[in-house]
Nanobody, 123 residues
């Protein structure tokens, strides 16, 4: 069992930057970031393979968002630049169990979830 806790959300203006953190109680194969806007389905944002440092992003955030990790501690980051009002959502980090060998873009591929943190981008 891995526990996750997001932090760093808030209210920003369009064009601003924000960095979310995801603290984990243990290692994972991959860390995914998802978001859910009011009245919409949960959406894949990106995923990060822990040991290989390989990241994959959705088209909607590619080039603006970057996922990384702490060199030593089990913390993942989501750096969000050039934020847009349509980025407004609750952002979740999720972990795929470290015994897995693959994790993709769908929420069911992730075993542990944080509670989410609100990001609001005003125009």
């Amino acid at each position: 069992q891995v526990q996750l806790q997001e932090s760093g959300g808030g209210l920003v203006q369009a064009g601003d930057s924000l960095r979310l953190s995801c603290g984990m109680s243990g290692r994972a194969y991959a860390v995914g970031w998802f978001r859910q806007a009011p009245g919409k389905d949960r959406e894949f944002v990106g995923t990060f393979i822990w040991d290989s440092w390989v990241a994959t992003y959705s088209d909607s955030v590619k080039g603006r968002f970057t996922i990384s990790r702490h060199n030593v501690q089990t913390i993942a980051y989501l750096e969000m630049n050039r934020l847009k009002p349509e980025d407004t959502a609750v952002y979740y980090c999720a972990a795929a169990d470290r015994r897995k060998i693959a994790a993709g873009t769908t929420s069911w591929e992730y075993d542990y979830w944080g509670q989410g943190t609100q990001v609001t981008v005003s125009s």
